[in-house]
């Protein structure tokens, strides 16, 4: 895995030294500064049950470009890889290409008080306030993992689920469940004679 600096190195905290993919702010002092790395799987940390993604399935490959904008930094890039995640109606693991472009503005919290109330504009929905001059292209590549996933995860267009009773997987078995195709609402026709009825 190539580094910023173009060294081999981990971006998971785990090894001595500092971390290439934390950026001090204040070295930004070109037009701009360009990044390539790449996430191992090792590095992915799931959130907790409800995590979409349950992990890596090879590395995530990310190149970008950071450049300062007047008081705000730009950064701007591309990441291509594969995660594993459930299909939202069989809750089968599957493999989901990820193939998504970013552009982030980085800014100092804007002075106010806090929990004061400030409209927001569409720059702003794509803004990462910061809280001091150090960023982690890591971190910031994660955030972006999760916008760049699907409203909804289905391992494929036509999968049919799982059953409601029974639980099996219904794209790879049928069900045995014996299902009454009857509505409730129509169950009391079926004792009823129609005059003329024998």
């Known amino acids: 895995m190539m580094t910023p600096s173009g060294r081999k190195g981990r971006p998971d905290g785990g090894r001595k030294g500092s971390n290439p993919l934390i950026i001090d702010l204040r070295t930004i002092t070109g037009p701009y500064r360009e990044f390539s790395f790449e996430l191992t799987p ?33 950064l701007e890039g591309h990441m291509s890889g594969r995660l594993k995640v459930p299909c ?14 970013f552009r982030l503005f980085l800014v100092l ?42 409203m909804k995860l289905l391992c494929r267009e036509d999968c049919r689920g799982i059953c409601p009773q029974c639980g099996v997987n ?18 009391k026709f079926k004792t009823l ?6």
């Open 109 to 150: 919290p804007p002075p106010g008080e806090a929990g004061e109330e400030v409209e927001l504009s569409e720059e702003d929905l794509s803004t990462d306030y910061i809280t001091a001059n150090e960023i982690d292209l890591a971190e910031l590549v994660r955030e972006q993992i999760y916008l760049a996933l699907p």
């Open 42 to 74: 090792g590095w992915w940390r799931s959130e907790g049950p409800d995590d979409p993604v349950l992990g890596l399935d090879g590395p995530i490959s990310v190149s970008a470009t950071l450049s300062r904008l007047g008081s705000k930094f730009v």
């Open 170 to 187: 219904l794209n790879e078995a049928a069900c045995r469940c014996k299902e009454d195709r009857t509505h409730p609402a129509f169950a």
């Open 88 to 101: 939202d109606r069989c809750l089968e693991t599957y493999i989901l290409p990820v193939d998504a472009a």
């Open 193 to 198: 004679k129609i005059q003329g009825d024998g």
